[in-house]
């Protein structure tokens, strides 16, 4: 990634203050390390999903141990800064599918029928249309809706994509993938002026079973429920097909089979209870030593937060249910915040303050690390730099990716003398920007730096448990942590915040088209998608769309949510020139956008 360099003449008046500073205290040891990762990944801490026992069991075992490490505690509730988020989903008083003709027939809440919980509240009753897998996909020459009008209507369509069997099909491209998504189906109705949806999953598909009614998300502006094959098949009878043999001639043809179901007539209710719950940040403060800097802080941080037993972010569909133990994800950067602590604490603290932080909702769209940053426990504008640890437990061939050293000044040069003696091979990134707890920091302007050891096979699956840490390598990760601390926190001047332009385009299709907007994932007050960061030089950049604007409608797409803007962007190509309308201060602004090529 070739961004913009740090200017050399900050980085000479960087470097030499590092490579004055004092070795860094040794980290509690690799046993103590395992300890804390089976204490947090422990079946008793039930997954720790953001708003439950676990997670607040696993939030006053971090407690504990910043106070027995002599932190200071950051709030009234003492080192928890607490704040409220959506936990689940649950039935409300009338959920049900009713098929009204040609002859009426009620069907079974939880045996033939369940909503889903990105279905809204209330009631459709309309004619029912057979979508085949409700996609459209104008780069593929693939519509289903083509020559069918669904205004008004409810529609039936089946999980999946018609490439399944296929290796070979356009579907299995990368720019493709999205298309057999939930959300493509469900919005894709919506913006045909559909009543509401039937989803039924494909044939031949190893297992059916109707989905858990799990998951977080905005309501996306349409009812929606999801039946067994037999009830497809029910509504299907009056036309003489059933569902496995239009599957067959759809992924055998790639031509759609779209029609309207004869006489068929069914009514839904759907009524669904948000609930909410209390979590909190983990918060201790060790002041520092300094006169000169001690009002300057470092914020290390790590989010404690995982999937209970799982829901709509977990990649083990068929292990719903099951406790999701984060073991690497992220107890392992939970223990390297209480490590560092314990180190610093013991050695008195560094000239500048060290705020450790376990950020809790990060799960849920990094809610914690944003609640944070709009209520900080010191001053923002004297943080320094923000260090994250996420995934840092399962070091493999001593790789290292360190991400963030082009956000601030001097912090390349940092993170490479930081390593020497060490056994790491570092895989250095300029970009700050990804789905972590760093990333509020970096588009409030502050410098970070983001630590991990890579994706594997287990990731957000109930695999994830203890016995697979690399504990060595974590105990080396740290320890290039604490190096990385010791120097920024003597350094003057210490990094400078670099406001980075975009990479280069590599050109091709990857996976839709720029925009080059950062969402603000805090839960908002009204529909539409509240920006957090816009990239300097990018597509929204030049239409001059602003941080703290809500886009509402993008290309045509009426946007209530995050994935209403995903939508509408992959549906787009480079180059297509689209109307944005944002509200900015209260007021409708209309600005145009010419979409670049994925970075």
């Known amino acids: 990634m070739n961004f913009r360099r740090v200017p050399r003449l900050a980085a000479l008046l960087f470097v030499p203050a590092v490579a004055l500073a004092g070795a860094a205290p040794p980290i509690p040891s690799a046993t103590w390390l395992l300890d804390q990762v089976k204490i947090l ?18 939030a006053r ?34 959920n049900s599918l009713t098929l009204l003709a040609p002859a009426p027939r009620a069907f079974a809440l939880g045996r033939d029928f369940t909503p889903l919980a990105v279905s809204s509240d209330g009631s459709a009753e309309g004619d029912v249309v057979f979508v085949g897998y409700g996609i459209t996909a104008a780069n593929l020459h693939y519509d289903d809706y083509a020559g069918v009008d669904v205004r008004g209507k409810i529609i039936l369509a089946m999980s999946g994509d018609p490439g399944a069997a296929d290796p070979g099909s356009p579907f299995r491209r990368p720019e493709a993938y999205h298309y057999a998504e939930r959300s493509h189906k469900i919005i894709n109705a919506r913006e045909h002026a559909a009543l509401a949806v039937i989803l039924v999953t494909r044939p031949g598909s190893q297992r059916e079973r109707l989905p858990a009614l799990r998951g977080v998300t905005q309501p996306w502006g349409i009812q929606a429920v999801f039946v067994t094959r037999k009830v497809a098949d029910a509504l299907l009878a009056p036309s003489g097909k059933q569902l496995a043999a239009l599957q067959e001639s759809i992924d ?47 914020v290390i941080g790590a ?16 292990e719903i249910g099951k406790i999701h133990f984060g073991a ?3 107890a392992s950067g939970t223990t390297g915040v209480m490590a560092l602590a314990r180190a610093f604490a013991a050695r008195g603290g560094l000239p500048r303050t060290l705020v450790f932080v376990g950020f809790g909702g990060e799960e849920l769209g990094i809610l914690g690390s944003s609640h944070y940053t709009q209520h900080p426990a010191v001053p923002l504008d004297k943080t320094v730099l923000m260090l994250n640890m996420d995934m840092i437990g399962r070091l493999k061939d001593e790789t290292l990716y360190v991400f963030g050293v082009e956000s601030g000044t001097g912090l390349r040069e940092l993170v490479t003398e930081a390593a020497k003696g060490l056994t790491l091979k570092l895989q250095v990134r300029g970009d700050p920007f990804s789905p972590s707890d760093h990333t509020p920091f970096y588009l409030r302007e502050r410098p970070v730096l983001f630590l991990f050891t890579g994706a594997h096979s287990d990731y957000h699956k109930p695999g994830d448990t203890w016995e697979k840490i690399n504990v060595q390598g974590m105990e080396t990760v740290v320890t290039f942590a604490a190096r990385i601390l010791e120097r920024v926190g003597s350094a003057t001047p210490p990094p400078a915040y670099v406001k980075l332009a975009p990479p280069p385009s590599r050109g091709g299709a990857g996976y839709g088209p720029f925009l080059g907007v950062v969402p603000d ?29 809500i886009i509402i409608r993008f290309a045509g797409v009426d946007v209530k949510t995050l994935d209403d803007l995903t939508f509408a962007l992959r549906s787009r190509r480079a180059g297509d020139k689209v109307l944005v309308i944002l509200l900015r201060e209260g007021k409708e602004i209309s600005t145009e956008a010419t979409l670049g090529e994925r970075r």
């Open 303 to 318: 989010h404690y937060d995982h999937l209970g037993r799982g829901g709509e972010g977990s990649l083990a569909p068929d």
């Open 328 to 330: 690497d994800d992220n």
């Open 41 to 58: 990944s422990a079946p008793e801490m039930e997954g720790r999903a953001a708003g439950t026992p676990g997670a607040d069991r696993a």
């Open 61 to 94: 075992h971090i407690a504990q141990v910043f106070r027995e490490a002599g932190l200071r505690s950051c709030c009234r509730d003492g080192y928890f800064q607490s704040f409220e988020v959506v936990t689940g989903t649950r039935l409300g008083a009338s």
């Open 521 to 549: 994932f805090s839960e908002a007050e009204r529909p539409g998608v509240r920006l957090g960061g816009v990239r300097p030089g990018s597509p929204a950049d030049k239409a001059g769309v602003k941080s703290g604007d």
């Open 252 to 298: 055998r043809t790639l031509t759609p089979q779209s029609f309207h179901l004869p006489g068929v007539r069914v009514k839904l209710e759907v009524a669904l209870v948000r609930e909410r719950g209390t979590t909190a940040n983990v918060v201790g403060i060790l002041p520092g030593t300094d006169p000169r800097l001690k009002d300057e802080s470092i």
